[in-house]
């Protein structure tokens, strides 16, 4: 009997022993895992950064050009408005000098269109876009004698329309327990250009997924809230937040999606935070901050 006990005992040991090596086996995993999102969000941000300093370079390359007087123009701005489902593209161009018998014209791909001056001094165009579209600017002055012609900085659209948010858990308004249930986002324009696309105030929803069975467990509109002052003062920005109490103890790991819409009709879709819970006191809640682009 005694041996049976010893027998017992040591498969109950051994079991133990097994499951607490299995839990480590566990936790390492997943601190592997979040080291690894960790590395992949900083290496989608680097690339963010690369691409925006490639846009920013053909910008001061147009510029250097200009005040080395080796461009056609002695200005140039673009303007970017989306309204209906459609995004007009309108470039405002002033030439260094025009011949009297020119015709300026701009084009954009395959379209081609002259521009037109009210005054004599600056010339304008203006383009209805394609969603997916990569505008590459082209300026000519054109004659019997000839035309002089001058490639522009390409403009990618998915970068002019995007946005940056920033999520956190809580509300700088609220100090109490449930503050942290409370999901606050700010969303702020990247670009001076863009300022059109918060003009006017967008749907946001948030949706809950389970990461385990990749299904939506519920969705919730954000309201506005009162906007983050370190974005205010230097950005073009707008706070939202909603309270996720409901779905903060439901077992397992969970991403929170934001769902916008503008009123321009823009829609964006992108992952914003997560949290799970493991049915007892153990709980995690992520958040951060990245950029949010078009969904075509």
Not at 207 to 226: A, F, H, P
Not at 248 to 259: D, P, Y
């Amino acid at each position: 009997m005694n041996r049976n006990k010893k027998i017992v005992a040591i498969i109950i040991c051994v079991f133990m022993i097994s499951s607490i090596w299995t839990m480590l086996s566990l936790k390492k995993q997943v601190k592997n895992l979040q080291n690894e999102v960790g590395r992949m969000h900083s290496n989608f941000n680097n690339k963010i950064r690369t691409t925006n300093q490639y846009i920013s370079n053909l910008g001061n390359k147009l510029v250097s050009k200009i005040e080395k007087s080796e461009s056609l123009l002695s200005s140039l701005e673009t303007e970017t408005e989306y309204k209906n489902e459609q995004l007009a593209f309108t470039v405002r161009a002033v030439p260094k000098e025009k011949r009297t018998d020119e015709i300026i014209f701009l084009s954009l791909g395959d379209e081609k269109k002259e521009m037109v001056s009210t005054n004599g001094l600056d010339y304008t165009a203006i383009f209805a876009l394609k969603m997916t579209q990569k505008i590459v600017p082209i300026i000519s002055f054109e004659s019997l004698a000839g035309m002089r012609q001058e490639s522009l900085p390409e403009i990618y659209l998915d970068e002019l329309l995007s946005l940056g948010y920033e999520s956190r858990w809580g509300n700088q308004n609220n100090s109490t327990e449930k503050n942290e249930e409370i999901l606050t986002l700010t969303v702020y324009v990247r670009d001076e250009k863009s300022y059109f696309l918060l003009n006017e105030t967008p749907t946001v929803t948030i949706v809950i997924e389970d990461i385990s069975t990749d299904t939506e467990i519920g969705r919730k509109e954000m309201q506005l809230t009162e906007a983050d002052a370190k974005f205010n003062k230097e950005l073009s920005s707008i706070s939202f937040d909603v309270d996720l109490s409901e779905y903060r103890k439901k077992e397992g790991a969970h991403t929170v999606w934001l769902e916008m819409k503008t009123k321009g009709g823009i829609f964006y879709r992108e992952e914003v935070a997560s949290f799970d819970y493991d049915g007892k006191q153990s709980s995690f809640a992520g958040s951060g901050t990245g950029v949010l682009y078009p969904s075509w």
